[in-house]
């Protein structure tokens, strides 16, 4: 008797009809356990692109470094003593750690008053160099950045955000023309902002970017800088450059080693990764509860097949007394069984693909999506998972009862009747 036995199927759609409502009740745990697991991963995908999008399409291994006041007395200094950071300390640690890829300084100054003909505010100006862009993923969305040319001559060259370009220019070309900042001219050679608009990349919108070198001669502020970015080299890690540019930092700067404060940092990657582990957590629970789930419907449909099998020993018994073999005994019980669980985790499957996809039709509709939940998806993968678990489940779901009715005595099946 082969899975196609057609007398199998007629007998198998005759016994669920007969029994509706148990039927349905047994298929309704395995549909909703099935169902729970899948809504469950896409709604723990939706806050995990949620949160990543916040990070944007900026380098993830990267770390802040700046300069804040000590807090032990150091070489004659004493304790609360301002540190100031300088172009000197990135050559230095360019030289000494191996694991720097790539250093972006930036300094800071204003907010200066902006003019074009007659239009104006006032906006920050950054002095920077070259690999910021880098970095950060800023968008140019017209003209180009700072070159190294413009650097080396320092040139009187901005790059505008673009709520700066929208005050001053509107609707105008920008690119070419030429604003004053605190008096100076500038020549505009960009319009950039940041990948995504949020409120702490507004200032990356109101800001005028020149030339660090332009920054120092014009505005008087040296060789110092605020605050710099680093990032690793590929396949090192942030963790292994982090506490070499602290010591020569504080080397180079005179703070004492142990001292905690004089040179503070933020790691990027650490904090991705920290991210990382705590969604691959959720990932981890949410597959306990939809399996848990599924599991309490898998027992309830073994629980209706010893149910059928007590009903329909003597059928059983019959057969074996006509020379049924426990094989084929066994193979009715488990295809109904699979049966069973495969149609209804099946339609558990369609459901909860379809409401994660009204989910994300409505976020679309209502003009985006919310504060760390982005397109709420189910993998290819679940849903591959899920059919195999499926199968799994309604074999061992009737593996027992199956291996119950192989076992049935046909003699004391009939004399008990």
Not at 67 to 83: D, I, L, N
Not at 250 to 271: T, V
Not at 346 to 359: M, N, P, Q, R, S
């Amino acid at each position: 008797m082969g899975i196609f036995d057609k007398d199998k199927w007629q007998e198998i759609f005759a016994t669920i009809m007969k029994n509706k409502l148990r039927s349905f009740l047994t298929a309704l745990g395995v549909f909703w356990g099935i169902f729970m697991l899948v809504f469950l991963l896409g709604m723990g995908k939706g806050l995990e692109n949620g949160v990543y999008k916040d990070f944007g399409s900026r380098a993830k291994n990267i770390m802040y470094v700046w300069a804040s006041r000590t807090t032990m007395p150091y070489k004659g200094f004493s304790t609360g003593r301002r540190v100031q950071l300088t172009l000197s300390n990135i050559e230095y640690l360019k030289q000494k750690v191996e694991e720097i890829d790539l250093i972006a300084p930036r300094n800071e100054v204003g907010p200066f008053n902006m003019e074009y003909k007659g239009e104006g505010a006032s906006y920050t100006v950054r002095g920077e160099l070259t690999d910021m862009p880098l970095i950060e993923a800023f968008k140019i969305h017209e003209g180009r950045y700072i070159k190294q040319s413009d650097i080396d001559a320092a040139r009187k060259v901005a790059v505008i955000g673009t709520t700066t370009k929208d005050v001053l220019f509107g609707d105008e070309n920008a690119i070419g023309e030429h604003i004053t900042i605190k008096g100076i001219d500038f020549k505009v050679v960009g319009v950039f902002g940041p990948d995504q608009e949020k409120e702490w990349t507004r200032s990356d919108q109101e800001t005028a970017v020149i030339p660090l070198t332009t920054l120092s001669r014009t505005f008087g502020t040296g060789d110092r800088i605020d605050y710099m970015v680093v990032s690793a080299k590929t396949g090192t890690r942030v963790a292994e450059m982090e506490p070499k540019i602290r010591r020569y930092l504080k080397e180079m700067n005179s703070i004492h080693p142990d001292d905690p404060q004089g040179i503070g940092g933020f790691n990027l990657e650490k904090e991705f990764q920290q991210i990382q582990g705590l969604f691959l957590g959720i990932k981890v629970f949410l597959w306990f509860v939809g399996i848990g789930t599924l599991l309490a419907g898998i027992i309830g449909v073994s629980n209706i097949m010893l149910i059928i099998v007590k009903e329909r020993t003597k059928e059983i018994g019959i057969r074996k007394a006509l020379g049924a073999t426990p094989n084929s005994i066994v193979s009715m019980i488990l295809t109904e069984s699979v049966f069973i669980t495969s149609i209804s985790g099946y339609l558990g499957i369609v459901a909860g693909t379809f409401l994660i996809w009204i989910l994300n039709l409505l976020l679309t509709i209502s003009g985006g999506d919310t504060e760390n939940f982005h397109n709420p998806e189910v993998n290819w993968y679940v849903g591959l998972v899920a059919l195999i678990v499926l199968v799994i489940a309604g074999t061992i779901a009737g593996l027992i009862p199956a291996m119950q009715a192989s076992k049935v005595n046909p003699v004391v099946a009939l004399k008990d009747e």
